[in-house]
């Protein structure tokens, strides 16, 4: 016998803010201040950035655990693991994202990248071997010091920009080449912040992925650190998000 989980209207999400590459959950510190002060139950998980299908893996049993509705918020590379997660746990409502890849089944990120204009992202590249569990060598990428602002957060301090470049965190190369084997978009309803001085995500990409998914768009003046230089745009995008979805009563497998 199947049960399911049934959330009542006005049941309130959690937002679970997912990061991307070069980056760690603090970069959405502004934006849970935000919605903190909204009232809204928020939480930002440490993505490990070890590739779509174990990153979707870990952020599926996080979001299994809460009990409750989840509203799932995914930045940049983010985006690529709420659209595989979304599909497991049988609670989430909806996915926002915030700059972020929306892929399609069967799309990686490099297939889709490779459509539009090029960004700043490639030349700033830094791959460095790492040893695997099994002890395999693999390449993980960082982006190069000097790269970090212009690429990354081109309309944050250089105080702030400084200390962001030698503290990121690096991505496996597979996250960017491995396919999504569905998008949870085609089934859950969407909102997408799309950052117009992106140098990172073209924002002709962003606009795209936006427009196929059916998602309640807006476009904020920002670099690809939008969380952080803009919180209350995007705070206010996943305000939006969490009200439509606490408006609907959502009965899911469990």
């Known amino acids: 016998m199947t049960t399911g989980r049934s959330f009542k209207n006005g049941s309130t999400p959690t937002v679970v803010l997912v990061h991307g590459a070069f980056t760690d959950a603090s970069s959405w510190a502004g934006v849970i201040t935000e919605l903190q002060a909204s009232g809204i139950p928020v939480t930002a998980v440490a993505n490990p950035l070890r590739g779509p299908a174990t990153d979707a ?3 599926a049993g996080v979001v299994a655990a809460i009990d409750g509705p989840v509203l799932l918020v995914g930045h940049s590379y983010g985006g690529v693991v ?3 997660a979304g599909a497991q746990p049988g609670n989430v409502v909806g996915l ?6 929306a ?9 889709l990248t490779g459509r539009f204009p090029d960004s700043l992202l490639g030349p700033a590249l ?3 071997v790492f040893r695997t569990g099994d002890g395999e060598e693999a390449v993980e990428l960082y982006l190069k010091d000097d790269h970090f602002p212009a690429v990354f957060a081109a309309d944050l301090p250089e105080r702030l920009t400084s200390v962001a470049a030698v503290a990121q965190r690096p991505i496996a190369a597979v996250a960017f080449e491995e396919s999504s084997p569905a998008a949870s978009w085609t089934s859950l309803p969407s909102w997408y912040v799309v950052a117009t001085a992106d140098q990172a995500i073209h924002p002709a990409a962003q ?3 936006a427009q196929r998914a059916g998602a309640d768009t807006i476009e904020v003046d920002a670099s690809h650190a939008i969380a952080l230089s803009q919180p209350a745009a995007v705070a206010g995008h996943i305000r939006t998000a969490a009200t439509a979805t606490q408006a609907v009563k959502h009965t899911h497998p469990a």
């Open 82 to 84: 709420i659209t595989r």
């Open 96 to 101: 926002v994202y915030v700059t972020a890849f």
């Open 207 to 209: 606009r795209f992925m």
């Open 126 to 128: 830094r791959p460095a």
């Open 57 to 59: 893996a870990y952020l």
């Open 103 to 111: 892929l399609d089944a069967g799309e990686s990120v490099l297939d």
